[in-house]
């Protein structure tokens, strides 16, 4: 059974930084062209593909937030991060780690739909 634990969430004020990281148990990434990506909600809005990357290592970000986040994995702990600079209120929203089922194109790897598996996300609030 694939299980996805979110954590590293919280309150920063603008311009603070926060590191997400996604505990992954009975789930294989290396070797199968799977994805992993970090999703988020804002209230009132539909979800949205912030950064994935894809088996073995292609990455793919958002427009809101290339140059400021930074998607990474250890393999050997099967652990998914999001490294996330310059965060603005705008960046308010639950964070859901994601997962695919199987080999998946970069493109499409910010799509919620391609995702199989989902943690059951974590809250980051930005305060101005």
């Known amino acids: 059974q694939v299980q996805l634990m979110e954590s590293g969430g919280g309150s920063v004020q603008a311009g603070g930084s926060l590191n997400l990281s996604c505990v992954a148990s009975?789930?294989?990434?290396?070797?199968?062209?799977?994805?992993m990506g970090w999703f988020r909600e804002a209230p009132g809005k539909e979800r949205e593909g912030v950064a994935s990357?894809?088996?073995?290592?292609?990455?793919i970000y958002a427009e809101t937030v290339k140059g400021r986040f930074t998607i990474s994995r250890d393999n050997d702990k099967n652990i998914l991060y999001l490294q996330m600079n310059s965060l603005n209120p705008e960046d308010t929203a639950m964070y859901y780690c994601?997962?695919?089922?199987?080999?998946?194109?970069?493109?499409?790897?910010?799509?919620?739909?391609?995702?199989?598996?989902w943690g059951k996300g974590i809250l980051v609030t930005i305060s101005s």
């Open positions: 009975g789930y294989t990434y290396s070797g199968r062209g799977r994805c």
């Open positions: 994601a997962a695919t089922l199987g080999r998946v194109l970069s493109d499409a790897a910010l799509r919620p739909t391609i995702m199989k598996y």
């Open positions: 990357i894809c088996d073995p290592g292609t990455t």
